[in-house]
């Protein structure tokens, strides 16, 4: 069992608006979960969702220290860092939906959200799937001569899969601007990652292959943001790859609709306890923030989000004919057609 | 005109849109050294290791970092030495590259070219010989391109190349030697378009690849006999040219479909059951399909060679087809 951190530590000389910023994107998250799984139950939501109740700090202390330039591949628990690049609450509803508008216009659904106007080229439904495309993508980075980087997020789970070799093996040989950031919530599926992992795991792995790596406490948002600012600030002076291992815990079950029974209430207990949410929130109270102020952000970020979520249930199923369009632009896909 | 081989081609094919595009670019391994049957000879020296990239012996990660490149602003075509190996790389070609146009809304396209250099070729066995087009044609989103002459070598690949879409581009092993006449200037083949090889009234043989070239030897038995076979050349095999092939069968009433590849599922039932569909009241006789049984490709030249359709198969296959024997 991995043993939850320890008590926050204080911090003085905190950017105070920043850090709230920070701390009304992870209720953004928050509460856009934990309003799909509510209309899941209801019905609005079609196909499986998969909460990342819990793993706010990896979104915020991550995902939002990107240039809107930059690019991001995801994973199929990955509304926080959609989120958190900048694409729409309203879009990423709808598309949980399956309605019109959405950000791939119904018909990617959750584990598919992708807004390439954000630079987020996409949630895969494949584990382990997105880390050779984030290599490439950070190959054309390099032909073209850009300074952009391109973060890649993924779960424990993931390193136990060919890609997670192969697609670190790429960017270090190619010596590519990539981020990868192993999201290590303890659990693959439904199994215990140590389980199923030889080895000491995704840090240990890449610096096998020289890829400078550090191991965090995914729950610190500060400590990620600290760690995210140098490897970024490194990636893009032409560094090569890094990868962070963030650790931190799933506080739902793999999916919105897994009870997750096989976890012992008190391990749950104790993580609740290191709530990224709430450790934020003290370490903004230290810093001058009261109570008040930080209830009436937390109300307003929950009525927003009922309104975008009220907006989505309003909206419009896509126009059947879209069932053809964007599959490709050689043939007829239309039934009867061949 | 000029006579070049099927695989310099190739070769001039690369060069060209490389020249004329710079967001084009080649991975695989062994690129730099011109790669495994020398498709990319001296173009390291033209355009650079960065262009023409080496690789690991990782054909997944091939595949996925080209779809990632496709969709940020290059377009890469993609070595994957023979066909056989692309199995290494099926997620990333079926479940990435063909999918995700469509899942993301039409945000992205994926412009990669696959080349799986494929079929029966010199006691290549099992591993190393496989004909598995009609898998790809099967996947909405790819397209599947199959030249059997240098002049298509060199117009299909520029235009596989300039195609928006994920291009599986299937060349055959056994025709990287063969000479052919191709244009000196800019020559494109257009995606989707059959060639009629030959042109006859009795019988409609549609063929692709490297089995253009029997059934035109098989044509030229059965002319000396009195029948003339009209010969399809698919090139595309998605999307194909159903317009021609219908138009031909119309004229003939009998359609044989000749493929390498097992037969059993293979893409010649598409095109068997196509014209059964559409045509069964003009038929003279039945559809037929010539393929490989469904057994793997063997190493000895004997077995290898039983699996092969040959002209002669192809002779009978029709002489049955028109004169059906008593029964």
């Known amino acids: ?338 | 005109m000029a006579a070049i081989t099927y695989l310099e081609a190739g070769r001039r094919a690369l060069a060209e849109e490389m020249r004329r595009d710079p967001s084009v670019w080649a991975v695989g391994e062994d690129l730099g050294r011109g790669g495994v049957f020398g498709q990319y000879k001296s173009l390291a020296d033209e355009f650079g290791p960065a262009r023409i990239s080496d690789a690991p012996i990782s054909e997944a990660c091939i595949m996925g970092a080209s779809v990632g490149a496709a969709m940020s602003g290059t377009r890469p075509v993609v070595e994957m030495r023979f066909s056989d190996f692309a199995l290494c790389a099926v997620d990333e070609l079926v479940n990435q590259a063909a999918k995700a146009r469509y899942m993301f809304g039409g945000q992205t396209k994926v412009p990669l070219v696959v080349r799986q250099p494929m079929g029966m070729w010199r006691s290549s066995a099992a591993q190393h010989s496989q004909s598995l087009e009609a898998w790809y044609v099967h996947i909405p989103g790819l397209v599947v391109v199959a030249p059997a002459t240098p002049a298509d070598n060199l117009g299909l690949l520029k235009s596989a190349i300039r195609c928006d879409d994920p291009v599986v581009y299937l060349e055959h092993k056994n025709l990287w030697t063969l000479e052919g006449e191709v244009p000196e200037d800019e020559h494109l083949t257009p995606l989707g378009v059959a060639e009629t090889v030959r042109e006859g009234r009795d019988v409609t043989l549609v063929t692709w690849s490297a089995q253009r070239w029997a059934c035109l030897e098989a044509a030229e038995t059965l002319s000396a006999e009195g029948i003339e076979a009209e010969v399809i050349d698919l090139r595309t095999l998605w999307p194909w040219d159903r317009d021609r092939v219908l138009a031909s069968v119309e004229k003939t009433g009998r359609l044989l479909v000749v493929q390498e590849a097992v037969s059993v599922a293979g893409f010649g039932a598409e095109i068997a059951a196509s014209v059964a569909e559409a045509l069964h009241k003009r038929l003279a006789a039945p559809v037929k399909r010539l393929g490989a049984p469904r057994v793997p490709v063997s190493y000895a030249p004997p077995l290898e060679a039983r699996v092969r359709v040959t002209a002669e198969a192809i002779v009978a296959a029709a002489r049955e087809q028109i004169t059906p024997a008593a029964a």
Request: hydrophobic share 40%.
């Open chain 1, 1 to 338: 069992m991995t043993p939850a951190p320890a008590a926050p530590q204080r911090h003085s000389n905190l950017d105070r608006p920043h850090l709230l910023r920070l701390y009304e994107l992870m209720l953004r998250i928050r509460a856009f979960e934990e309003l799909a799984v509510e209309a899941q139950k209801e019905g609005y939501v079609l196909g499986a969702i998969h909460p990342s109740i819990g793993q706010e700090a990896v979104a915020a202390g991550v995902c939002a220290q990107l240039r809107r330039d930059d690019l991001m591949l995801s994973t199929h628990r990955g509304h926080g860092h959609t989120l958190a690049k900048g694409a729409d609450a309203l879009a990423m509803m709808r598309e949980l939906f399956g309605r019109e508008g959405g950000t791939c216009g119904g018909k990617g659904g959750s584990m598919h959200i992708a807004d390439f106007e954000v630079g987020m080229l996409g949630a895969n439904g494949v584990v382990s799937a997105n880390i050779p495309i984030a290599a490439g993508a950070a190959h054309a980075i390099k032909l073209r001569g850009e300074d952009r980087i391109v973060a890649c997020l993924f779960g424990d789970g993931a390193i136990n899969r060919g890609p997670f070799l192969e697609g670190l093996n790429w960017a270090k040989v190619f010596e590519l601007p990539v981020l990868f950031v192993c999201e290590d919530n303890g659990f693959a599926a439904t199994t215990r990652t140590s389980s199923m992992t030889a080895g000491p795991g995704a840090a240990a792995r890449a610096e096998a292959l020289d890829i400078p790596a550090e191991t965090l406490d995914g729950n610190d948002l500060l400590a990620l943001e600290s760690a995210t600012r140098d490897a970024i600030a490194a990636i893009r002076a032409g560094g090569g790859p890094r990868l962070l291992h963030c650790r931190t815990y799933r506080m739902t079950g793999h999916t919105a609709v897994d009870p997750a029974a096989y976890r012992p209430a008190e391990e749950v207990a104790q993580w609740r306890d290191a709530d990224p949410i709430a450790r934020v929130a003290a370490l903004l109270q230290d810093g001058g923030s009261g109570s008040d102020e930080l209830d009436a952000i937390a109300a307003k970020v929950r009525q927003d989000m009922e309104e975008i979520c009220q907006s989505a249930k309003d909206s419009p199923w896509p126009a059947e004919a879209r069932a053809f369009e964007d599959v490709q632009d050689m043939g007829d896909p239309r039934e009867r057609a061949y």
